[in-house]
């Protein structure tokens, strides 16, 4: 075929991504109804009608993409108690930062739509993610782990196991076990599948839900693994005893360096639990035994082994260990498999 001058059957065109995969009989589509609630809401000036031709062609796109002929809808509801997560931060208020802030205008009604026309779940014990989470967990205990596609652009949920759409490449994504997570430079964020991104979140918190995570690395860790070069210039003149002309150290200059190494050790910043720092402490860990290792590691250097004293964003104060700490945070970001805020503590068990 030729259009302008141009001959279609030369072009070697990759539509691959546009293909539009076969029905699976028996798969349903475990969607995230909070996000495509937000998603189709529109503006200040979007009619109920726009809003509700939205909501369906966005959930009958999706369906197609992962090729489900039936969908369930998750919903938070509003005054939802958020699995007792508001209760159990201490650290910092759990979602302070969505106080007040502005959503569209008919949001409330796009939720109300799902829960009434398109009989979406609406959770009122714990979050729609924690929903997502068990839905998927139900397919994979019965043995029927293709059945099931997560759709979710929350990256919380990447933890749960199972087929996910990828809101990334629109693709379908198997999360199996521990998975791997990775620095992404260009946006100056962390990003994985699996268990993983579970252990690098106790870390580096979630600020889209204001947990803080872990504030920073002892110095004692921030030293085992970001020396500094001057650091690592004195330790060699010790090792080698050799300045770096290649001459041999005198008494004085090997006495210099010890006092050197004393004061870099003492000025030494702590590391900040940031995205890149993160991956670069879990990179050695293969499975959730050793990330379970490696962040209570992290977590008793930075509290101490003693318990201590503790003064939450509420003003009461009370004594704590590094541990409480922990679960605190680890209690915030788990999605929970069921219905149950133990779950995550049934889960670190199998870790140890």
């Given amino acids: 075929m030729n259009i302008g001058g141009v001959n279609l059957d030369d072009l070697e065109l990759d539509n691959s991504d546009f293909i539009v995969p076969d029905v699976v009989p028996g798969r349903i589509l475990n969607c995230d109804a909070d996000i495509v609630a937000y998603n189709c809401a529109g503006n200040d000036d979007t009619a109920r009608e726009e809003v509700v031709y939205n909501i369906e062609a966005e959930i009958k796109n999706k369906m197609q993409q992962v090729g489900a002929d039936h969908y369930i809808l998750h919903l938070t509801g509003t005054g939802s108690d958020k699995g007792k997560r508001h209760d159990v931060a201490c650290v910092r208020q759990y979602q302070a930062s969505r106080v007040g802030k502005p959503k569209p205008r008919q949001l409330e009604f796009a939720r109300k739509y799902m829960a009434t026309n398109l009989k979406a779940v609406v959770h009122m014990d714990q979050e729609a993610d924690d929903g997502l989470a068990q839905t998927q967990q139900e397919y994979l205990d019965r043995g029927e782990r293709n059945l099931c596609v997560l759709d979710s652009t929350d990256k ?64 004692k860790l921030s030293i085992r693994h970001w020396p500094t070069a001057p650091l690592l210039e004195q330790e060699r003149r010790l090792r080698e005893l050799t300045m770096p002309s290649g001459k041999q150290c005198t008494p004085k200059q090997l006495d210099t360096a010890r006092n050197k190494i004393d004061q870099i050790m003492a000025e030494f ?56 700490m922990l679960l605190e945070q680890a209690y915030l970001l788990w999605m929970r498999r069921v219905n149950d805020g133990r779950d995550v503590f049934n889960f670190l068990e199998t870790c140890k």
């Avoid at 749960?160 to 759409?165: E, F, I, M, N, R």
């Avoid at 702590?270 to 890149?276: D, E, N, Q, R, T």
């Avoid at 035994?289 to 509290?303: G, L, N, P, S, T």
């Fill in 156 to 219: 919380d949920l990447r933890m749960v196991q199972g087929l996910h759409l990828c809101p990334d490449t629109g693709k379908i994504v198997d999360v199996q076990g521990y998975g791997g997570c990775w620095y992404d430079a260009e946006k100056s964020k962390t990003t994985g599948w699996g268990t993983s991104f579970f252990w690098h979140q106790l870390l580096m918190g979630d600020t889209a839900d204001d947990i803080p995570g872990l504030p920073c690395f002892s110095r």
């Fill in 269 to 324: 910043k702590m590391k900040p639990c940031g995205a890149a720092s993160v991956v670069d402490y879990l990179s050695d860990c293969m499975n959730d035994h050793d990330a379970f290792c490696a962040v209570d590691i992290a977590y008793r250097e930075y509290y101490g082994n003693e318990p201590f004293e503790f003064t939450d964003w509420r003003g009461k104060t009370y004594t704590r260990t590094y541990y409480q």
